[in-house]
C-alpha cells in the first residue's frame, strides 16, 4: 500500500516534490493508525496541490493577456482597435484615456486576449503606457505610413522609448510594427520603414550617450538598444522585432473591408 500511495504522489506533478518531505511525514503517521485513511488522505492532497498549482499558472498566463496598441496621433490606433473588435469603420477622434475590450483570437483553441487602444498625444502616451506595460503580452506600434516620411524623428523617438522599457519588463512581450494606412498612394512600405527607423535610432543611441548621465538608478531598462560599436539593426534586440502591411481603412473607401488579416494573423500566433 505505502508504495502505491508513492507512486500515485510521484505522478502528481512538480509540485508534491517540494511537500514531498511533508507528505511522508503524514504519510508514516497514518499508516500507523489506518492504512486506508492514508489513501484518502494522499490522495486528495495530491488533488489539492495540483489544482492550486494550476490555478496560479493560469491567473500568471491570464494576467499577461493585454495586447497595448500604441503610437502617435492619427497613427489610425482606434480604427484598428475597432475593425478587430467589430470588422466595421467607424469615424474616431483622438484619443485621451485608454479604451480596452476582449478580442476573440481566430485560432482553434478560442483564446481571448485584451486589446488596449493607448492615447498617442505627445503629453499623455509615456504615461498610460508606464500604467499598462507590466501586463503586456504584446505591443502593436502603429506607424502611419503615408505621414511617415515627415512623422520619422517622433516616431523613431516614441519608438526608442517603447523598446526600452519592453526590454526590460521581466516578461518580455511580443513586439509588432504595424505599417497602417497602407491604401493610400504615397504609403511607404514596411521594408522602407524599417530601413528609416534602424537609422533614426541609431542617430538616437549616439545622441543620447553623449548626454549626461542620469542620477535615477532606480531604472532598468538598458543605456542603449543594439550594440556598441555597431549600426542599429533590430535584428539586435533581445526580443523579436516583426513588421507588416495593413490598412484599417481598407481600400475601397470608408464602407469597405480592412486588410488587416496579417494582424490577424499575428495576434494568433501570439495568443
Known amino acids: 500500500m505505502a508504495s502505491a500511495d ?119 502616451r509615456l504615461q498610460f503606457l508606464e500604467r499598462f506595460k507590466a501586463s503586456a503580452r504584446a505591443i502593436v506600434f502603429v506607424v502611419d505610413s503615408a505621414a511617415f516620411q515627415r512623422e520619422v524623428k517622433d516616431v523613431a523617438e516614441f519608438l526608442y522609448q517603447v523598446l526600452l522599457d519592453s526590454i526590460g519588463l521581466k516578461n518580455t512581450p511580443s513586439f509588432l510594427i504595424a505599417c497602417n494606412k497602407q491604401d493610400i498612394t504615397m504609403a511607404k512600405s514596411a521594408k522602407l520603414i524599417q530601413q528609416q527607423l534602424e537609422k533614426e535610432i541609431n542617430t538616437l543611441r549616439v545622441t543620447r550617450s553623449a548626454a549626461p548621465s542620469t542620477l535615477d538608478s532606480s531604472s532598468t531598462a538598458p543605456a542603449q538598444l543594439g550594440k556598441k560599436g555597431k549600426e542599429f539593426e533590430f535584428s539586435q534586440l533581445p526580443l523579436k522585432v516583426e513588421f507588416l502591411e495593413c490598412s484599417a481603412k481598407g481600400g475601397r473607401g470608408d464602407a469597405g473591408s480592412a486588410d488587416i488579416q496579417d494582424l490577424e494573423k499575428w495576434l494568433a500566433k501570439i495568443a
Open 6 to 124: 508513492s507512486r500515485r504522489m510521484g505522478n502528481g506533478g512538480g509540485v508534491g516534490g517540494a511537500f514531498q518531505p511533508y507528505l511522508d511525514s503524514l504519510r508514516q503517521e497514518l499508516q500507523r493508525r489506518d492504512p486506508t485513511l492514508l489513501s484518502v488522505v494522499v490522495a486528495l492532497l495530491a488533488v489539492l496541490l495540483t489544482l492550486v498549482f494550476w490555478k496560479l499558472i493560469r491567473s500568471r498566463r491570464s494576467s499577461q493577456r493585454a495586447v497595448l496598441l500604441v503610437g502617435l496621433c492619427d497613427s489610425g490606433k482606434t480604427l484598428l482597435f475597432v475593425r478587430l473588435l467589430t470588422g466595421l469603420y467607424r469615424d474616431t477622434q483622438t484619443s485621451i484615456t485608454d479604451s480596452s475590450a476582449a478580442y476573440k483570437v481566430n485560432n482553434n483553441r478560442g483564446t481571448n486576449l485584451t486589446l488596449i487602444d493607448l492615447p498617442g498625444h505627445e503629453s499623455l
